[in-house]
Structure formats: structure tokens, C-alpha cells
């Protein structure tokens, strides 16, 4: 049996009812419940009155404190840190930024659970997926990339945080500092530096409770980022399935069935189409439900650019600037900084071009909308309609675009740029 098969044979009987049931959906449903951040208030699920306020706050507190006691250590010990440890940590600051930018306007964000439910009970291909042979194909196809992404997004999570906290843990091994005496002439490495109010860096007990938040802080944090990439990645492929169903349905108008001939003045005989009284009201109620659909594409569109505007620029500085800083650390080309550093900045370099990738595919399907309108019959329409056609056309000029913050497009360009500016600036710093 193909996983398509599987995926989707028999869903009456597998009791999928809604796209909560698809199982992509349900691992994100499951991660983000962790964070507090799925609507299940606004898809109908009960929710706790301490889950639905409490758990925000505290959330929003948490993200906070981190942000500070790392800036603080920092400040504090800024003189004891060797350059991979300062350099360690400002990357570590600036995923908290990130962190607490994500839960400031998103998880403690109610236009985001409106957006959240909109897609799950409105604009779902799972709701269009009837509408032809070809809806139903597309269907099919971007579930079956949704699930594929979902699997590979969760793993890399996974795998990100586990290097991320055992590397260092391998490095206490290997330089025997869990041993007895081991840390006599040494101090434990840590994958976070956070003030505490107790010696974590030679004392094992205090080492030992440390480990534990720092697994704790790095679940939370990865969750976070890879959790919300998901969510606006699916909506972002769903969208490009709108697209390619609309496009599908402009090619697909239906032409005249009957017309008549004349001889041009140079005595060719042409023979003109032209749609009936009958024909002319299906044309407008077509026209109508493409215009209609088309609309509804662009104001989710927008107000998902509306959602998740702010955290797309912050994403965007953030790799900006731990661009540039990961790559000086790789150049000091050792050991411990290469075990460190270059798989970090493998994932985050693959995180920002796969967004950005995953984006640019509904600019460059949108771009495809304008030769599609065109080519209806409209030279068979009547006055009425031919008008109706042209501003479909008008409308339909530029390409959509998902935007960070309302001043940039995120796609392929924007990436580039953000790509060749780390390695200018490593470049530049590298020479100072």
C-alpha cells in the first residue's frame, strides 16, 4: 500500500470529518496545545478558564525572565566568557527575542486564533476538495505535502534541540567531568548560561537541576519556532492549492457553443463565437464565483500578512544577525566550535531558506492568475461582461505576496538578500 492510499482510503471510515481529524493536524494540534497556543476555544473545543488566561501569562512571564536572566549573565560574567561562550549566548538572547515576540503576538493573540479557526473551518482544502476532479486532486497532493512537511518539520525539531543540549553534555564526558574529581581543575559546560541562585558550573547537584530546565527551555524554544513555521507553512501551501483550483477554473470556462460566419474585407471567411442569452448567464455566474473565490484568497491572505507580519520581521532580523554571528564562530575552525556551531547553523540556514521557498511558491502561482483571466472567451462575451472581465483583470496584476510587517515580501528575494548581507558582515568583522 502507497502512503497516498493510506492517507486517504477510506476516510468515511477512518471518521474524518473535519481536517482536526487529518493526522498533520492532530501532531500540531498536540505540540501547540503544549504552549498553549491551539484555538480550542474557537473550534469549538473546551478550554479551562486557567488555560485560556493563565497559561498565556505565564507563558509571556516565562519567556520574559529568560530573555532577561540571559542578558544579565551576559553582563555579569561578560569578562569570565571565553568568545565562543559570548558568542554562545547572543545567539541564545536572540531566539528569546524571538520567543517572546511569538508568544506576545501570537499565542497571547486573538486575531491569531480567529486566522487559526478560519483556516481550519473555512479555507481547509478539506472545503473545497468537492468542488471538481481537480480540487480533489489538488486535495490530495498538498495533504500529502502537508503530512510529508509535518513529519520532516518535527523531526528536525527534535534533532535540533537533542544536539543542541547533548553536545555539551558529550563534552563533559569526554573531558571525564562526571567523574569523581572531575571537576576539581574544571567547570561543567553548559548548552544555556542563566543566572541562578546557586553554583551550577561545579557542583553536580546544581549541575543536574540545570540540565533539566535547560531540556525544558530548549523544548519550549524550539516549539515555538518550528510549531508557528508549521502552522503558517500549511496555510501558505493551502493557499497555493486555492491558486492552482482558480487558475483550473478560468482554463477550464466554458467556450460558446454555437457562432456564426463573415468574410473579412481581404475575403476570408471567419467564423465568430458568440455565447447565447443562456450561455451569457453562466458566464456571469462563473465570472461571479471565480471573483468571489479570488477574494476570498486575497483577504485570508492579507490578514494572515496582518497575524504574522510582526513575527516574519523579527524571523527576519533574527537570521540577519545569527547569520553573521554563527558564521564567525565556524571560522574559529575548532573542534568544540565546529561540533557546536555548524549544525546549528546548518538547520537555521535550511529553516530560513525552506520558509522562504515555501512562500514564493503563492507569489509565483499568483503571477500565473493574470494570463489565466486573459485567456477566458471574454471575446465572445457581451458589453456587461467583457467590463466584469476587465476588472477581474485589473484586480489580478500583481502577484500576492505574504509580507513581514507590511514593508517586506517573504520569498526567495528576501532571503537572498538576508543570505548575502551575514556574509558581508561576517566578512567585514572578520577583517576587524
Known amino acids: 500500500?502507497?502512503?497516498?492510499?493510506?492517507?486517504?482510503?477510506?476516510?468515511?471510515?477512518?471518521?474524518?470529518?473535519?481536517?482536526?481529524?487529518?493526522?498533520?493536524?492532530?501532531?500540531?494540534?498536540?505540540?501547540?496545545?503544549?504552549?498553549?497556543?491551539?484555538?480550542?476555544?474557537?473550534?469549538?473545543?473546551?478550554?479551562?478558564?486557567?488555560?485560556?488566561?493563565?497559561?498565556?501569562?505565564?507563558?509571556?512571564?516565562?519567556?520574559?525572565?529568560?530573555?532577561?536572566g540571559f542578558i544579565s549573565y551576559v553582563v555579569l560574567h561578560i569578562s569570565e566568557l571565553s568568545f565562543l561562550e559570548v558568542g554562545h549566548m547572543y545567539i541564545v538572547i536572540l531566539m528569546s527575542i524571538v520567543d517572546v515576540s511569538r508568544v506576545a503576538t501570537l499565542t497571547c493573540s486573538s486575531k491569531y486564533r480567529e486566522l487559526a479557526k478560519e483556516f481550519l473551518t473555512k479555507m481547509h482544502l478539506f472545503f473545497f476538495k468537492d468542488r471538481s476532479k481537480y480540487a480533489m486532486k489538488t486535495h490530495k497532493n498538498i495533504h500529502l505535502l502537508s503530512h510529508l512537511f509535518t513529519l520532516c518539520l518535527l523531526m528536525?525539531?527534535?534533532?535540533?534541540?537533542?544536539?543542541?543540549?547533548?553536545?555539551?553534555?558529550?563534552?563533559?564526558?569526554?573531558?571525564?567531568?562526571?567523574?569523581?574529581?572531575?571537576?576539581?581543575?574544571?567547570?561543567?559546560?553548559?548548552?544555556?548560561?542563566f543566572p541562578y541562585p546557586f553554583d551550577t558550573v561545579t557542583q553536580m547537584r546544581g549541575y543536574i537541576f540545570a540540565c533539566v530546565i535547560h531540556w525544558v527551555i530548549s523544548y519550549l524554544c524550539s516549539t515555538w519556532f518550528c510549531m508557528f513555521d508549521l502552522v503558517l507553512s500549511l496555510m501558505v501551501f493551502h493557499l497555493w492549492g486555492h491558486f492552482k483550483i482558480l487558475i483550473n477554473l478560468l482554463n477550464d470556462f466554458p467556450r460558446p457553443s454555437s457562432g456564426s460566419d463573415f468574410t473579412t474585407e481581404d475575403g476570408f471567411l471567419i467564423r465568430a463565437e458568440k455565447y447565447s442569452k443562456e450561455e451569457l448567464q453562466q458566464v456571469s455566474e462563473r465570472l461571479a464565483e471565480c471573483i468571489i473565490y479570488h477574494r476570498e484568497i486575497v483577504n485570508f491572505t492579507n490578514t494572515m500578512s496582518d497575524v504574522f507580519g510582526p513575527m516574519l520581521f523579527v524571523y527576519y532580523v533574527f537570521h540577519q544577525t545569527s547569520g553573521c554571528l554563527l558564521l564567525l564562530e565556524c571560522s574559529q575552525m575548532t573542534t568544540q566550535a565546529l561540533m557546536r556551531y555548524v549544525p546549528l547553523t546548518l538547520i537555521l540556514t535550511q529553516q530560513l531558506i525552506q520558509l522562504s521557498v515555501i512562500f514564493e511558491l503563492v507569489g509565483s502561482e499568483s503571477e500565473k492568475l493574470k494570463h489565466a483571466v486573459y485567456g477566458v472567451p471574454w471575446e465572445s462575451m457581451d458589453s456587461k461582461n467583457r467590463r466584469v472581465v476587465a476588472f477581474f483583470l485589473m484586480n489580478v496584476q500583481e502577484p500576492v505576496h505574504v509580507k513581514a510587517l507590511g514593508v517586506a515580501n517573504v520569498g526567495v528575494t528576501s532571503m537572498a538578500m538576508i543570505l548575502k548581507t551575514s556574509v558581508s558582515y561576517f566578512t567585514f568583522l572578520r577583517s576587524v
Open 156 to 193: 528536525q525539531m527534535l534533532f535540533g534541540l537533542s544536539l543542541f543540549n547533548l553536545i555539551p553534555m558529550y563534552n563533559n564526558y569526554a573531558a571525564g567531568r562526571y567523574k569523581s574529581g572531575g571537576i576539581v581543575n574544571s567547570t561543567l559546560e553548559h548548552s544555556i548560561y
Open 1 to 68: 500500500m502507497t502512503l497516498r492510499s493510506f492517507l486517504f482510503e477510506n476516510e468515511a471510515v477512518k471518521g474524518i470529518n473535519t481536517p482536526s481529524d487529518y493526522l498533520y493536524i492532530r501532531i500540531l494540534r498536540f505540540m501547540l496545545l503544549v504552549v498553549g497556543s491551539w484555538p480550542r476555544k474557537e473550534t469549538g473545543e473546551p478550554e479551562p478558564y486557567y488555560q485560556e488566561v493563565f497559561l498565556k501569562i505565564f507563558y509571556l512571564t516565562l519567556t520574559i525572565i529568560w530573555m532577561i
